[in-house]
């Protein structure tokens, strides 16, 4: 095995030559085999193994084992222990997404401090083959069926073109010795049963399973390049880009054959599920919207904005106090007491200082705000005001606005209230500057 490997690398990981590896151990099979191949092929590796503390003592004799193999190989180890149950917990994440989160970023870390190059695991082809039928079971795709990916930015799988069984000989002709976890013989989750059951029963009925496997992934691979090349083209026709995000032309959107699987392919990448829903979005009026965990899809008349959800997004009001001269959170807001009135332009204003009582409040528009535009008597509501300016979903949402005693001073960056104006009677001015 140890020259398919070798030749393997030099023809499609030449991107591992000479530099510095991180190899994901957890003492299995075949993560002890990818690490031998590694060491007997000369590559700068160190060991980075994860205790998830699910096992108890058996993970504890994981780590003893990891670390020991590291000695014998004289090479670098970093281990980790991590509560695994409570982070899943606290971020309603299953037991396996949880270690899965903990495990990459803690990678990532390692990677950083000690300026290492890549990240190897050791997913081989049968994971391959249990990934793909697990995905079909859940409905997918083209591109949940194109496999793992032998390369995902920094993470790189050189032993996904070999075979559970080719692992396994290569062990035991080089006498090494590794861990079985006692939980992969358990047949209580989804990839045990296809791994225990389903798939021996399918190999012995289907001669040269993986080789066939292999091949047919090759082919959805090719398939999922034409689609990325055409959408390559679509992305030109259909979006812009924006500070804060994606404005996609719905209207151009539909004009397009294919409308669903062309806005399915410019979304998955986002964290979306309710394909109906994004489906019926297209058509839908302004003011709808669909989320997934970190991002927002709005309609906006002809256009759909896609948006990050940040925490910062999520909170709608602050408070500024008397002593306060600056804030910069969630907006850069400065506060001068002074004696000279200058011009008021839409990010600086002067108000009459006596007017006002602190805490000032800082907060989003609601529906059914009013306000005295400044320069006239009568009052209006922000809703109206909003579209007299011809502001969009997202900038109307962008809107901050200055309150004292639940009335608005000012809408940040565009009109004061005239309630609160400086006057010839007006003794002692306040300047309070949005810098953008």
């Known amino acids: 095995m140890i020259q398919k490997f070798r030749k393997h690398i030099d023809k499609n990981h030449t991107l591992l030559k000479g530099k510095k590896i991180l190899v994901a151990c957890s003492g299995g099979l075949d993560s002890v085999v990818l690490t031998h191949l590694l060491k007997l092929s000369d590559y700068d590796i160190s060991l980075a193994h994860c205790n998830f503390s699910l096992r108890g003592k058996e993970s504890d004799e994981d780590e003893q084992f990891v670390v ?11 281990t980790e222990t991590f509560d695994t149950k409570k982070y899943g917990s606290e971020n309603k994440l299953s037991t396996q997404m949880a270690a899965r989160e903990l495990r990459y970023r803690w990678f990532d870390e390692i990677k950083r401090d000690f300026k290492l190059d890549y990240i190897v695991t050791a997913h081989h082809a049968d994971d391959d083959l249990e990934t793909f039928l697990i995905n079909i079971s859940r409905g997918t795709g083209l591109r949940g069926l194109t496999g793992i990916p032998a390369v995902n930015e920094s993470v790189v799988r050189p032993l996904l ?12 002709e080089n006498h090494l010795h590794w861990r079985e976890d006692s939980s992969n013989k358990k047949s209580d989750y989804w990839r045990n049963a296809l791994r225990l059951e389903v798939i021996p029963k399918y190999k012995e009925a289907s001669n040269n399973l993986l080789q066939s496997f292999q091949k047919t992934q090759e082919h959805l691979q090719e398939s999922q390049l034409l689609i990325d090349d055409y959408m390559a083209l679509i992305y030109n026709l259909v979006v812009t880009e924006m500070s804060d995000g994606y404005r996609i032309d719905s209207k151009r959107l539909q004009e397009l054959p ?25 058509k839908a009026q302004s003011g709808k919207q669909i989320v997934s965990k970190t991002h927002r899809l709005l ?23 008397e002593n306060d001269e600056e804030i910069d959170n969630p907006i850069h807001i400065t506060l001068k007491s002074t004696k000279k009135i200058g011009n008021s332009t839409p990010t600086e204003v002067y108000v009459d200082k006596d007017k006002i009582s602190f805490p000032l409040q ?10 005295q535009p400044f320069g006239m008597q009568g009052k209006k509501k922000l809703s109206k005001f909003f579209k007299d300016e011809k502001l969009s979903l997202v900038a109307k949402e962008k809107i901050w606005l200055l309150c004292t005693n639940h009335k608005i001073v000012w809408i940040v960056g565009m ?19 949005n810098t953008p």
């Open 68 to 78: 020991h193999l590291a000695d014998k190989f004289s090479i670098p180890v970093f």
């Open 161 to 172: 073109p070999f075979s559970r069984n080719e692992i396994l000989k290569h062990a035991k």
């Open 258 to 282: 294919n409308t669903n699987a062309v806005l399915y392919e410019l979304l998955v990448g986002f964290g979306f599920t309710a394909w109906e829903d994004i489906s019926e979005l297209v």
């Open 299 to 321: 309609k906006d008349r002809d256009t759909l904005l896609l948006t990050q959800i940040t925490s910062e997004a999520k909170k709608t009001e602050y408070f500024i106090e």
């Open 362 to 371: 800082l907060r989003k528009w609601r529906e059914g705000d009013v306000f």
């Open 415 to 433: 009109r004061l209230d005239d309630r609160f104006k400086v006057t010839p009677d007006t003794k002692h001015i306040l300047k309070i500057t």
